[in-house]
């Protein structure tokens, strides 16, 4: 049995990236970039107003002449005279010899001329060339999420296609013979199956919106022949149950006759003690524990930041907060504890009901106050650590 730390540094060294591929840029919503990218053109590629109203050269003088009309899309060689204005709205190209736009509701204008009532600066309400990006400038560093306005800001670059590292392919594999379908009638004895459900609804938070469950009865054999058949296939497979020392958990023996290299099992922590971690190939293998809450501490804790770096990101694991004790907490297990609380702006309240079977408080925590294993009391307004899960 290992140390928390021990076990997240041995999932660091065994999650390698993932390969990469080129995506249209549309596609790449909560990709990362493998690569940096500059860009093609200025933006704006040409001198833009900022404003509707009127294009000038800046001078003291208040009346012009209205010669012309420039709408965005137009573009127009029009040489400006010292007395004459364009009509220009939002987005449109400026006369190359004008330097200034007023606002319309600065000017009293009529058919043919305009008087500036309020005098802007000069250079007023002109985006420049190349103003919010240069020709061959920087647009994204390596290892940057791609976000909604990413994706607009590279489409406006006239980007279409970028290399981004794959996300995983991953399963989940079922384990347990009283486990019902939800939906379906529940015989005496049976239980509803949530684990799946309640991974696959984990994953979507950080990407993964594809998963493939598997479900096996608790017998060796069929455990064998379904990790057998899953193995090749997927990039990382997560199992729920069957791996505790019951005679009826068959996990972790299927897996070592199916070639997987064990890396550890069991970590001294509470909840979530009997899990297995271990590879084949690239392919990595988390089998959690089946008790709810246990699968799901897990899963923040070591199979999060395991995805996040094969996918790319260089922070991988949920963020730390500080925050005060609103009571005072005694830790005699020698263990690793990861506490169902809520947090506010300064203090931290730890839940009611912490049994590794029980979701009803982590269906309202929006944090785990971790207490080391070598820390046996904290009192109450004393700094904590605590991961937020919100």
Request: aromatic share 8%; glycine share 6%.
């Amino acid at each position: 049995m290992i140390q928390v730390e021990q076990a997240l540094s041995i999932i660091a060294e065994n999650s390698t990236k993932m390969p990469i591929q080129k995506l249209p840029v549309q596609k790449a919503l909560g990709y990362i970039l493998d690569e940096t990218v500059y860009s093609p053109i200025h933006m704006p590629p040409f001198r833009q107003s900022a404003m509707d109203g009127y294009a000038f050269i800046h001078s003291i003088k208040h009346q012009y002449d209205v010669v012309a009309t420039s709408q965005a899309g137009d573009h127009s060689n029009i040489k400006l005279k010292n007395n004459e204005a364009v009509r220009i709205f939002t987005g449109a190209f400026v006369p190359n010899n004008a330097d200034t736009v007023v606002m319309q509701e600065d000017v009293l204008a009529n058919e043919n001329s305009i008087l500036i009532a309020e005098m802007p600066e000069r250079l007023a309400n002109v985006r420049a060339k190349g103003e919010q990006i240069a020709k061959d400038e920087v647009v994204f560093e390596a290892n940057t999420l791609i976000t909604p306005a990413a994706i607009g800001f590279l489409a406006c670059l006239g980007i279409t296609e970028i290399a981004v590292y794959k996300k995983p392919k991953i399963a989940i594999l079922v384990t347990g013979n009283e486990l019902v379908k939800p939906g379906k009638k529940l015989p005496k004895g049976k239980i509803y199956e949530s684990n799946s459900i309640m991974l696959q609804a984990a994953l979507q938070t950080i990407g993964i919106q594809k998963t493939k469950v598997y479900k096996v009865k608790d017998n060796l054999k069929a455990t064998k022949r379904a990790l057998k058949s899953i193995l090749p296939k997927y990039d990382i497979v997560l199992i729920s149950g069957g791996i505790s020392v019951g005679d009826y958990d068959f996990v972790k023996e299927a897996l070592l006759k199916n070639g997987v290299e064990e890396h550890f099992y069991k970590i001294n922590q509470r909840p979530g003690k009997p899990m297995f971690f271990g590879s084949k190939n690239e392919t990595l293998v988390f089998a959690l524990p089946g008790n709810p809450a246990s699968s799901l501490t897990n899963f923040y804790i070591y199979v999060y930041p395991a995805i996040k770096k094969r996918t790319g990101f260089s922070e991988t694991h949920l963020p730390k907060l500080i925050r005060k004790l609103n009571t005072d907490v005694t830790n005699t297990t020698g263990k690793t504890l990861f506490l169902k609380a809520l947090y506010d702006e300064t203090h931290v309240t730890i839940l009611d009901g912490q049994s590794s079977a029980m979701l009803n408080t982590f269906a309202i925590a929006n944090s785990l106050l971790i207490i080391p294993h070598d820390v046996k009391e904290y009192k109450q307004e004393q700094l904590v650590m605590l991961l937020p899960i919100d």
